[in-house]
């Protein structure tokens, strides 16, 4: 689902952090608590951030290796 998919109301303009979790895998989490994914490589999980975030890198932020994860 994108932004124009919502009703005008109801439009969220999705942001996503990317980072990995303790079991290795890379985890595509929306921000505002809509659907994410986890996936098994970076580019994977940056590839549906973009497409989700109608390809506003912007919007797609990468957590770097080794730092906590904040939300």
Avoid: C
Wanted: no cysteine.
């Amino acid at each position: 689902m994108s932004y124009f998919d919502l009703p005008p109301g109801q439009r969220v303009l999705q942001e996503f952090k990317i980072f990995r979790d303790p079991s290795g895998r890379w985890v595509a989490a929306e921000t505002h608590g809509l659907p994410g994914g986890i996936f098994n490589s970076r580019d994977e999980a940056i590839r549906f951030a973009l497409w989700q975030a109608d390809r506003d890198a912007t919007r797609v932020h990468v957590v770097p290796a080794g730092t906590a994860r904040r939300d």
